[in-house]
């Protein structure tokens, strides 16, 4: 299993972690800085789409916050998916998968 499959499954564990959260707990102040958890989950799915741009020669655009912070678990695995089938180097693959699972960390 390559970089792929380990950004997969670090993305999966994330997607486990948070996948059963109701608002106030997205609302919650993270374990590390002075951002909701909402905010710094949404940091990383920025993130990731920033590398997915990058591969695909594209211009990096803005993820939209969402009203609704649920949404944020199928927004990563989207924007995952979308780096991973854009082909990208096992350094950028290794990349987003230690901000994801600093992520994790930081939850």
Do not use: F, K
Request: hydrophobic share 50%; charged share 20%.
């Amino acid at each position: 299993m390559g970089w792929g499959g380990e950004l997969g499954r670090a993305v999966e564990l994330l997607v486990r972690q948070v996948g059963h959260w109701q608002q106030p707990r997205w609302a919650a102040p993270a374990a590390t800085g002075n951002v909701s958890r909402a905010d710094l989950v949404h940091r990383l799915v920025q993130e990731i789409a920033n590398l997915a741009a990058d591969a695909e020669g594209q211009p990096r655009r803005t993820v939209p916050r969402l009203d609704n912070d649920l949404a944020l678990p199928d927004q990563l695995r989207v924007i995952a998916a979308d780096l991973m089938a854009a082909g990208p180097s096992a350094e950028v693959l290794a990349r987003a998968t230690a901000e994801v699972t600093a992520t994790r960390t930081a939850l």
